[in-house]
């Protein structure tokens, strides 16, 4: 009997190419998009999860609130990890991470900078699970100087032959013993690097400033700890560490500390969500971030699943439509199989298994496409994505789960519609059950569309943000300023170098500043005109020369910058408009900006000048309250930036490059320009837009290949009607119209389902820059006229063949 079944299914496929064609495409390129999207989610929700216990492992974050300021900071101090796993019996083991600066290490005549290098705890590897090659991990990081590399580090310095036990070399700061070889961090890792170093090695690590943040803490929990339980009592740190510390600091008592609305409290993140949670869920400050730690946002995980659903769901549609669509033409067949004896059952299977073999068939196509597809798509997401349909026993079960799903689902209306006719009722010219059908064709074909213009929304959404922050006025002119991103190592020899630089007329003039365009800018507490205690405002720092202003072309508001006229402004501090309203003032010059410190550590500073607010973060937030300092940059980086003139760019990288030989020999110049850096923010959401528009156009073709399907079964049926139409006198115009009138009204119904959900969904997805968009109302007219437009073309070929079409021969038809 299946034999049968499937041999008339084949013949049935056969016979009618044109359908059959267009559903087998349809639900393939459907099927390959949504396979392709499932595996990016899978990657994705799966960061850190290679951890052994990953679901017992928390990061410790602060969260403090100072004159209604909020701030929530991925850094810890040195002493809780410590602290933590003393006090209580729930912590089994903790780790922190560091970051020291770059490194130049040298073996034998190899010499690399390494920048990808933290600083550990020597219980790393009993927290995180990285597979050793050689070492032990339970010492590796046990001694000061002690190191351990990746595969791909070792690789560098030497070969394939073990490395453990040899010693890396740097100028001025000694040797380093290679204790551990491991292999490189996986891809779904939050955070990689290359090097590991003993936090053993600096002194700093083991100071006990508790309001000094510099360190991300890890800790493991034992079984069965209620992580909101235990959330609670870490209370109990802040009120025996970290309050008598602020009480000394500010000179005010803990009462009156929250009496003024100031609090510092110690939260726990899972392991597991850092990478996709830590700002949208958590609240997360990214500035506090290391600056090469991966993070993207929950909000893409929920916007590509919403499209994979939907692609599949619009070739889903598309299949049904067509298989209903095309099972009007087997009325006859139906009603004849019934008159001979054929029972319903027999004929539900008869058309479920049609619609299974071309189920099957469509899968297997979109695994070929896939092939196709993941290699173009990888490019685009900087994945490393690949469907391997052994690796799990899951994978050709859910295939073969999902061919019937699809096949029962497509070919049960058709089959439980057509079966109950009686025969009769099937072989008579019109069916009383056909407006219904009609009905149901339409729902479908309104669904398809709606789907297809929300997506084609979001990707004209997502494209105009985009375009918004590059154009956007940063404050100052981004425009030919080139940026040397390692000249600290001239150490000395950089203000010489800056000399002859500044010789060429091309450079016309030039400063440096640490850390900028990134997560990590540090932040400090400060005091105005010399405040009590309980009135600390925090404000992010920038270390600067004489140079910064000139070179990025920022407006002075209010004051002065710093000259090198003025020796006392090594004491001096220029403040943005954003600190200027955080301070409540009108003109602060001349005013005391006191950081707050221990003892040596609290500093006078004279405020000389104000600025203008300029974005020296990501436009995700609004320009934080900054300060100035005149200081050699004392942070991990530094930025020598140049402003150079256009008309021979090419000519004047050269003069650099060859300037910085003369001055740093063999060592290599990490050279680039600013405005790619400002770009290389939004790379995600570049990513994310560019695939939403791939994706949103393969809708759009699945929905439009179904509706030209529908469009020449519609014309078909209507032939007569047409042959009438034309001997009565219409013209070929009115005949296009009438035959496009009734999927325009499906468009149109489209368009006001899709409108309000696409905006709803975008404007959630805004809400995640301080600086964005408004969303006009012309990009949903244009997505709406473009659905329209393209619905018309892809009907437009059947409605001028059948209006152009020999009357006489339309009413001879059948």
């Known amino acids: 009997m299946l034999k049968n079944y499937l041999k008339i299914a084949l013949r049935n496929i056969l016979r009618f190419k044109t359908y059959s064609l267009i559903n087998i495409i349809g639900l393939a390129v459907g099927v390959a998009c949504f396979i392709t999207l499932f595996l990016f989610i899978t990657d994705e929700l799966g960061y850190d999860a290679y951890n052994k216990d990953a679901d017992r492992i928390y990061r410790v974050y602060v969260k403090m609130s100072i004159n209604g300021k909020e701030s929530l900071n991925a850094k810890t101090s040195a002493p809780l990890g410590a602290a933590l796993a003393h006090d209580f019996p729930e912590v089994i083991n903790f780790t922190r991470i560091g970051f020291f600066g770059n490194h130049v290490f040298r073996y034998q005549d190899k010499e690399f900078r390494e920048w990808r290098i933290y600083t550990a705890d020597s219980t790393f590897f009993e927290i995180f699970s990285l597979n050793f090659l050689a070492g032990n991990p339970k010492t590796a990081l046990d001694q000061p100087n002690s190191i351990v590399i990746t595969k791909s580090a070792s690789q560098r310095y030497f070969g394939d032959e073990n490395p453990v036990g040899k010693t890396l070399n740097e100028a001025g700061v000694g040797s380093f013993i290679i204790t551990g070889l491991v292999k490189d961090f996986p891809k779904n890792s939050h955070f990689s690097c290359d090097f590991l170093l003993s936090m053993s090695t600096y002194k700093e690590t083991r100071n006990q400033k508790w309001l000094s943040l510099g360190y991300s803490t890890y800790i493991k929990l034992k079984k069965g700890t209620d992580p909101a339980v235990f959330e609670k009592k870490l209370k109990n740190i802040v009120r025996d560490y970290v309050s008598p510390e602020a009480e000394l600091l500010l000179g005010i008592s803990a009462n009156q500390f929250l009496e003024k609305g100031i609090s510092y409290n110690y939260l726990l993140q899972p392991l597991t969500s850092i990478y996709l949670q830590s700002k949208r869920d958590y609240g997360i400050d990214p500035n506090t971030e290391w600056g090469d730690v991966k993070l993207s946002d929950i909000a893409f995980i929920y916007i590509f699943s919403a499209v994979a659903i939907a692609i599949l769901f619009v070739a889903i549609i598309n299949f049904m439509n067509l298989s209903t669509a095309r099972s009007e033409k087997r009325s006859k ?7 001979l004896g054929s029972n319903k059952l027999k004929l539900i299977w008869q058309f479920i298994t049609e619609s299974i073999l071309m189920s099957a068939i469509s899968v297997i196509l979109s695994l070929a496409l896939l092939e196709a597809i993941l290699p173009v798509f990888n490019n685009l997401s900087g994945k490393e994505l690949h469907l391997n349909l052994f690796s799990s026993p899951y994978t050709i079960p859910s295939l073969i789960c999902f061919i019937i799903f699809v096949g029962i689902l497509a070919g049960s209306y058709p089959a439980f519609f057509m079966s109950s006719f009686q025969p009769v009722q099937i072989l008579k010219p019109y069916s009383s ?4 059908k009609n009905f149901f064709r339409s729902t479908l074909v309104v669904i398809q569309f709606s789907v297809s213009i929300t997506l084609l929304i979001g990707t004209i959404v ?3 943000q985009l375009a918004y922050l590059q154009n956007k006025d940063l404050g100052f002119n981004k425009e030919h300023l080139v940026v040397i991103k390692n000249a600290a190592i001239l150490g000395n020899s950089i203000e010489t170098f800056k000399q002859e630089l500044i010789k060429n007329p091309q450079i016309t003039s030039l400063g440096y ?18 405040k009590t205690g309980n009135d600390p405002l925090l404000f992010q720092v920038i270390d600067v020369d004489y140079g910064f202003l000139n070179t990025y072309r920022i407006e002075l508001l209010k004051g002065r910058f710093f000259l090198k006229e003025f020796p006392s402004d090594s004491a001096a501090v ?3 408009q954003a ?12 005013k005391d900006l006191n950081f707050v410190g221990i003892g040596k550590d609290q500093v006078a500073y004279k405020i000389i000048g104000v600025i203008k607010d300029f974005n020296y973060e990501s436009l995700h937030q609004q320009v934080r309250p900054l300060v100035l300092q005149l200081h050699t940059p004392r942070q991990a980086s530094y930025l020598l930036t140049l402003r150079i003139l256009s008309n021979n760019p090419k000519e004047t990288l050269g003069f650099i490059k060859s300037t910085w030989q003369k001055f740093a020999g063999k060592e290599n110049i990490y050279l680039g320009f600013i405005d790619e850096d400002l770009s290389h923010l939004y790379d995600t959401e570049e990513r994310t837009g560019t695939v939403a528009a791939i994706f949103s156009f393969l809708a759009i073709f699945i929905a439009c290949l179904g509706l030209f399907g529908l469009a020449a079964f519609v014309t078909e049926q209507r032939t007569k009607e047409i042959g009438i139409r034309k001997a009565l006198g219409a013209s070929i115009p009115e005949i296009v119209i009438l035959l496009s009138k009734q999927f325009t009204k499906w468009v149109v119904l489209a368009n006001l389902i ?11 997805w805004l809400e995640n820059f ?3 968009i408004d969303m006009s109302f012309w990009v949903f007219v244009l997505s709406g006229l473009s659905a329209l437009i393209i619905a018309l073309v892809t009907i437009s070929a059947h409605a001028i063949k059948a209006a152009r079409a020999n009357p006489i021969q339309s009413l001879k038809y059948e």
Request: net charge positive; no cysteine.
């Open 333 to 339: 067949e139906v009603g004849i199989r019934k008159t």
């Open 433 to 436: 059950k056909g407006n219904r």
């Open 462 to 464: 997502i494209k105009n």
């Open 513 to 530: 500043s640490s850390l900028m365009f990134t997560s990590g800018i540090p932040g400090s507490a400060y005091l105005f005109d010399k």
């Open 574 to 576: 220029v403040i943005n």
């Open 579 to 590: 600190a200027l309203k955080e301070i409540g003032t009108d003109n602060p010059v001349g």
């Open 754 to 764: 899709a409108w309000p959900v696409a905006y709803y969904v975008m404007n959630n």
């Open 770 to 772: 301080a600086y964005r």
